[in-house]
């Protein structure tokens, strides 16, 4: 079975808002640090945003910072990503991954399916 599971992508307008899910299965889950990835047409993956294993720290790269929030549930061993104010250059497929905190390096080589977020003018 899949380890993690993104979902909550869709077609949303410019301006819009839209939340990312990604369910983890494993124990392991909670002692994981956590970070959402994008991929777009024609351009390298990329991490958007990561969050600790405790919950306590997160990163944004710079070009969704102020309007993406992510975000964690130990207990549902859920990872989200809250994305406001949505720009049609944040069309991607999301994928959420364990990463290593120090390097921002995802844990798994496996990527699974992602979810597909497309912002329309």
């Known amino acids: 079975q899949a380890q993690v599971v993104e979902s909550g992508g869709g077609l949303v307008q410019a301006g819009g808002s839209l939340r990312l899910s990604c369910a983890a299965s494993?124990?392991?889950?909670?002692?994981?640090?956590m970070g959402w990835f994008r991929q777009a047409p024609g351009k390298e993956r990329e991490i958007v945003a990561a969050i600790s294993s405790g919950g306590n720290t997160a990163y944004y790269a710079n070009s969704v910072k102020n309007r993406f929030t992510i975000s964690r549930d130990k207990a549902e061993n859920t990872v989200y990503l809250q994305m406001n104010s949505l720009k049609p250059e944040d069309t991607a497929v999301y994928y959420c991954?364990?990463?290593?905190?120090?390097?921002?390096?995802?844990?798994?080589?496996?990527w699974g399916q992602g979810t597909q977020v497309t912002v329309s003018s």
């Open positions: 991954n364990a990463i290593n905190w120090a390097t921002f390096s995802p844990l798994h080589e496996d």
């Open positions: 494993g124990r392991t889950f909670s002692s994981d640090a």
